[in-house]
């Protein structure tokens, strides 16, 4: 079987009181990415946040770069990948006001980004922790109900990301995002991409985030891509219980795929464990695939 690369999404939004162990300043955020690294992770995905109150900084350069410096005097290799912000506020050039820092960041050598972000389409604001739609997703003003990625948008990214030779990870939470994403290569854009399939039991998209969800997604991939050229990983969100995360993990690495663990995708299921914990499980979880943890340096030689 083939070597297994693990993602951590290591903060996202998830605020102290859900989980004490979330990183939330670039102090934090680095020391946390290095343990992950340690113990068999190849790329790490963070928010920059507020160091003295945890809120969202998205866009927020210089946080980024505190936590990519403080990992770059240890770690030569591994990926960090930063996030971007959801909104337009007003008139302005998406390109530059949610993309420009991404595209600031990759282009400082001393940073060694080779991968970047990327949605593949837009979706409605809308999550039912258990069943029960939240009264904040009915109320949200019309402009920010609706998380907005335009095909037009999504193909300048790409022609940027192509332009510097980044690896893309494409966020897939509906199927036909990935519909999306095949169409856009068809016209020659995203020329090294990874695919992420996101299967959330709070967000109201894609399909239900179980091992037959995730065949769902396989089977679409399958009729796009019958060579099997594509990598792709498993991203279960928004799960409450450790059993439903590891049986879309095992589903996954049954089926050859890559997968993303981490307190800032399931704070509720990590059940009070960190970041490095999540991914010495799934580690073990693996050999019983007889996989094995690939580092940074053979995730990126794949697209040498």
Not at 101 to 112: K, N, R, S, T, Y
Not at 269 to 295: D, I, M, T, W
Request: with cysteine; net charge neutral; proline share 9%.
């Amino acid at each position: 079987m083939k070597p297994l690369w693990i993602e951590v999404g290591l903060n996202e939004a998830v605020e102290r009181a859900q989980h004490p162990l979330v990183p939330c300043t670039p102090e934090e955020i680095a020391a946390d990415a290095l343990e992950c690294a340690a113990a068999g992770a190849s790329l790490v995905h963070f928010h920059a946040r507020d160091p003295a109150t945890g809120e969202q900084r998205f866009a927020d350069s210089g946080l980024y770069r505190r936590a990519l410096r403080a990992v770059r005097r240890v770690d030569g290799e591994l990926q960090l990948v930063p996030t971007y912000p959801p909104f337009l506020p007003g008139a302005g050039d998406p390109l530059a006001f949610r993309f420009g820092h991404v595209l600031e960041l990759c282009a400082d050598p001393e940073l060694g980004l080779r991968v970047a972000p990327l949605d593949m389409g837009s979706l409605n604001l809308a999550m039912a922790p258990g069943g029960r739609l939240e009264p904040r997703a009915i109320a949200l003003p019309l402009d920010y109900s609706v998380y907005a990625n335009p095909l037009p948008l999504l193909a300048r990214v790409l022609r940027e990301y192509d332009a510097r030779a980044l690896v893309a990870t494409l966020a897939i939470f509906e199927p036909g995002h990935l519909r999306s994403a095949f169409a856009l290569r068809a016209e020659g854009l995203g020329r090294r991409v990874l695919l992420k399939f996101f299967l959330s039991a709070t967000w109201l998209h894609g399909p239900l985030p179980d091992p037959e969800g995730l065949g769902d997604y396989l089977r679409l991939l399958r009729a796009l891509d019958p060579q099997g050229e594509l990598e792709w990983f498993c991203a279960p969100s928004g799960l409450a219980e450790p059993a439903q995360v590891e049986r879309l993990l095992r589903a996954a690495l049954a089926a050859g795929g890559h997968v993303r663990v981490g307190i800032g995708d399931n704070p509720q299921a990590a059940r009070g464990r960190s970041n490095r914990a999540l991914v010495e499980e799934v580690v073990k979880l693996a050999a019983e695939y007889g996989r094995r943890p690939a580092g940074a340096r053979e995730l990126l030689a794949r697209f040498s």
